[in-house]
């Protein structure tokens, strides 16, 4: 099941020792099924799920836009 989590960066950046109150928006997308990727060579199925995962992410930045 892909998965995107958008906001965790902004919360703890690298090299910080403190949390900051940012929203954070965790986002899953449908199951991925092995067999709608058996025909598709190794560079489609990266296109493929790198797409898929753009999608959730640009969802999740979205709500928190739109919500906070």
């Given at each position: 099941i892909p998965v995107a989590?958008?906001?965790a960066f902004e919360c703890?950046?690298?090299g910080?020792?403190?949390l900051f109150p940012r929203p954070i928006a965790?986002?899953?997308g449908k199951p991925l099924l092995?067999?709608?990727y058996l025909h598709l060579s190794e560079?489609?199925?990266i296109?493929?799920?790198s797409g898929s995962l753009s999608q959730l992410y640009d969802r999740g930045k979205n709500?928190?836009?739109r919500n906070f």
């Open positions: 989590i958008v906001g703890m950046p690298t910080s020792r403190w965790v986002v899953f092995a067999q709608e560079q489609q199925i296109e493929s799920i709500h928190i836009e």
